[in-house]
């Protein structure tokens, strides 16, 4: 599923025209995205949680020249899965 077919499912279930639900995706994409650029965890119930992981800096190789490398450190955005995700996916 790319953005535009979660457009077109949002507006079906929600009844709302496309170029609504097309508004409603990016504003949440967008408080999503501000909240983990701030520090914060978005935690929807049943759903997941979206949090930001610090990676150290850390040697790594290049595959090509067998190079040593250096890896700056960094922040990821993970997602843990809830309980009501994992169970509809699995069954």
Wanted: glycine share 8%; no cysteine.
């Amino acid at each position: 599923m790319n953005k535009n077919d979660l457009v077109a499912a949002v507006a079906e279930l929600s009844g709302l025209a496309k170029a609504d639900a097309n508004k409603s995706v990016d504003a949440v994409l967008e408080a999503v995205t501000n909240a983990l650029a701030s520090g914060d965890d978005v935690r929807l119930v049943g759903f997941g949680t979206l949090s930001v992981a610090e990676r150290k800096a850390s040697e790594g190789r290049n595959p090509r020249t067998g190079e040593t490398i250096q890896i700056a450190a960094s922040k990821q955005p993970k997602f843990k899965a809830g309980k009501a995700l994992k169970d509809s996916v699995n069954g």
